[in-house]
């Protein structure tokens, strides 16, 4: 069974600073992984995906690498900013009955 | 474009009553999904569509049922609401799964008391 890992649970960081969200996973058999950013009381937006043939994906000041044979994640998040506060979440794509499995997510608190 | 649209936002339910969550997709998408997110823990899978006319059930589909009569629509019917069942519940969409994103609807909060 899929298990999906997330740490730290929370993270607190001055303003402008470059930080770095982990996500591991226990089966390596997946077909891609999805980064999601969730706002207190909102659905999930999602930020980032990566195949399984792919090592990473850039989306303006977001990085996501994958190492599938390690199962493991890694969002990088460059100058980060109040407005990044939120909690992001990974979760893995497996066949085997169609579905995302998720992370319990990192919250994450950008202070001024 | 409205993306995934999910009705109601909230509600409160009184042990044993019924109701239907509603979820909509206007991007043609095959695949939908319905979750349910606890506090602190992560989102899991209640039940899941291919396309209309075929269901598949996820990790938690006990006091669940659901229908997909058309691509567009994918409600999920709660019969006797319990208080195990008070969570906020996300409906999703995807063109394919295994290649595209999944897009989520902004969530229905639900209290049972």
Known sequence: KQEVTQIPAALSVPEGENLVLNCSFTDSAIYNLQWFRQDPGKGLTSLLLIQSSQREQTSGRLNASLDKSSGRSTLYIAASQPGDSATYLCAVFTGGGNKLTFGTGTQLKVEL | ?113
């Open chain 2, 1 to 113: 474009n409205a993306g995934v649209t999910q009705t109601p936002k909230f509600r409160i339910l009184k042990i044993g009553q019924s109701m239907t969550l509603q979820c909509t997709q206007d991007m043609n998408h095959n695949y939908m999904y319905w979750y349910r997110q606890d506090p602190g823990m992560g989102l899991k899978l209640i039940y899941y569509s291919v396309g209309a006319g075929i269901t598949d059930k996820g990790e938690v589909p006990n006091g669940y049922n659901v229908s997909r009569s058309t691509t567009e629509d994918f409600p999920l019917r709660l019969e006797l609401a319990a208080p195990s069942q008070t969570s906020v519940y996300f409906c999703a969409s995807s063109q394919k799964p295994g290649i595209y994103e999944q897009y989520f609807g902004p969530g229905t909060r639900l209290t049972v008391t």
